[in-house]
């Protein structure tokens, strides 16, 4: 019985030992080979004294060593926490200290950045680099190469002594998500989490070791990370790719002989506009789409651009991997549907007091069963918010076995199809993240002190949620231009206002609030308008 990640790659090099794992730039490691460089990086993760549950973070893009350490973390009995190499110093920290990181992987370059910040996180005390063979010491950090020239020693000590987790229910992973409210929180996930979440995406998908696996996003975000794990159980290969321009994801599909891409539908916009020359595409059998609605009119571009491929519709959460899809054959007949659970799951629709909605009727999407992750990171009562009592369970002989409350509103067929409706709460769903509005709107406060109100929206631009900002100030003359330059440097791109309106006053509501559902119905149309500027706006 696999019990844990490390134990899946372990699996992988004996069964697939001809078959090439990952492929980096004009690299690439068998099966056999990323274990044995997993083994390394484990073995020097074990020199810096971790204990079993201890963190390691990796503030890394897509490469061979984020992958290594991903892996040798969890040979270790450690817990992984993969940072999105686009957060700025201010979101790394809160990141390390939240957790009380104990090891980070990074660059040189990337420490660099950092180094502002790292004084605020006193539970960290190595840092391992990519890129520097040199060792030092900074304040209260240890500063050490990842890897080293002479690895005999390490590759002899690791195998007696790599066993990764004991049980399946050990803790795997933090993953770091957006709540409604504040900074994000870490989600974590068990081993069998991630074990039974790659086999259940594998069988719908039917993958297998012919299959060439295009990794585009983060491996911070569990759709990304999804890629490797069902790449690993299934043989499959898999392409590390940050790319710089749509052109280069064109080469690497054709190059590489795709067989399967999974985006959001921003990226998936740009992979649609891009240059696809004739047969650079007859490689992908399918695509996936999840992290926000796929607009039908881009889905029909997808499809005149990948004849061939079959298009899978995707809804998750990070509380729960993944909880439906849309088979390919039921696209025509359910357009806009979610589709039905993945295999392994139940998925409810519930009224407020548990109760199972009726066909149609509005109601709270509740995710059950082995994929429902163990809450949110040393924060109980977050966790009781959201990890509520399972549904099907009886009162009265409740067990230890939470549901996840997802916060969606949604509504069921009489066939059982699932169709989104909204959110409960106001989180801002953009680019395939949750984005807190409040975290947004606590970065704009901070750029002028004379802004009085200031409320952060999602807005429909015609393939995503955007997020548009209206602001209140009592200063004269605001320079909408300069607090959008001063917003790039404190907040990742994925959290970056498409526009800010200047009004003299927002609507309150009865209680004195800002009265959002006004400003939201009044903006709903504002990026489908083609007068409005995308960039910022002043009115």
């Known amino acids: 019985m696999t019990k ?40 020097r993760l074990q020199q810096q004294g971790l204990q079993r549950f201890d963190r390691v973070a990796v503030y890394l893009p897509k490469q061979f060593e984020t992958v290594f350490t991903i892996w040798g973390a969890n040979a270790c009995a450690a817990v992984f926490v993969p940072v999105n190499p686009a957060l700025k110093p201010v979101q790394v920290q809160h990141i390390l200290q939240d957790c009380n990181v104990r090891v980070l992987v990074t660059s040189k370059d990337r420490l660099a950045t950092l180094a502002d910040v790292l004084a605020g996180c006193p539970d960290l005390h190595t840092v391992l680099l990519t890129d520097d063979d040199s060792e030092h010491s900074v304040a209260h950090l240890s500063i050490k190469p990842l890897l080293t020239a002479n690895t005999a020693a390490v590759e002899a000590a690791s195998p007696a002594l790599l066993h990764g987790a004991q049980t399946d229910s050990d803790m795997a992973a933090i993953l770091y998500t957006s709540g409604s409210t504040g900074k994000p929180k870490g989600v974590v996930l068990s081993q069998r989490n991630m074990l039974v979440g790659a086999s259940s995406v594998a069988s719908y998908l039917h993958n297998t070791a012919d299959d060439v696996i295009l990794a585009l996003l983060p491996l911070s975000f569990d759709y990304g990370l999804s890629q490797l794990t069902t790449a690993f159980l299934t043989g499959a290969s898999v392409v590390l790719l ?18 399967g891409i999974a985006a959001v539908p921003p990226l998936w916009a740009q992979l649609a506009k891009a240059k696809w020359p004739e047969g650079s595409s007859d490689s992908v ?10 607009p039908l009119a881009l889905l029909s571009q997808l499809q005149a651009i990948f004849s061939r491929a079959e298009p899978y519709l995707m809804y998750g959460l990070t509380e729960a991997f993944r909880s439906t899809y849309l088979p390919p054959v039921d696209l025509a007949r359910k357009p806009g549907s979610m589709g039905k659970a993945i295999p392994n799951a139940e998925i409810l629709v519930v009224r407020e007091d548990g109760s199972l909605c009726g066909p149609n009727e509005p109601g709270e999407l509740v995710h059950r069963g082995p994929l429902v992750s163990l809450g ?76 009085v109100d200031v409320a952060a929206m999602g807005i429909y631009d015609g393939v995503d949620q955007a997020i ?72």
């Open 285 to 294: 059998r399918y695509l996936t789409n999840s992290g926000g609605a796929m």
């Open 242 to 259: 940050d790319f710089f321009l749509v052109q280069d994801v064109v080469r690497a599909v054709a190059r590489h002989g795709v067989t």
């Open 376 to 451: 949110y990171w040393n924060s109980p009562e977050k966790t009781a918010e959201r990890f509520k009592f399972d549904p099907i369970i009886a009162n009265g002989i409740q067990l230890r076995s939470p549901a996840v409350w997802s916060g969606d509103t949604v509504k069921a067929d009489e066939e059982g199809y699932l169709y989104f409706i909204g959110r409960r709460d106001e989180m801002i769903k953009t680019s395939g993240y949750r984005v807190s509005p409040t975290e947004v709107e606590e970065a704009i406060y901070r750029l002028d002190p004379a802004l």
């Open 468 to 539: 548009l900002v209206v602001v209140a100030t009592s200063g004269a003359n605001p320079d909408v231009n300069s607090w959008q330059t001063q917003l790039k440097r404190s907040l990742p791109s994925f959290m970056q206002p498409k526009a800010i309106i200047v009004l003299p006053s927002l609507p309150k509501n009865a209680n004195g609030k800002i009265d959002r559902k006004t400003l939201a119905s009044q903006y709903q149309d504002y990026f489908l308008d083609s007068n409005n500027s995308i960039t910022g706006a002043s009115t």
């Open 4 to 43: 844990n990640l490390y134990q899946l790659l372990q699996q992988a090099q004996h069964t697939f030992p001809e078959r090439t794992a990952l492929h980096f730039k004009d690299k690439s490691l068998s099966y056999p080979e990323l274990y044995q460089q997993v083994n390394v990086v484990a073995g």
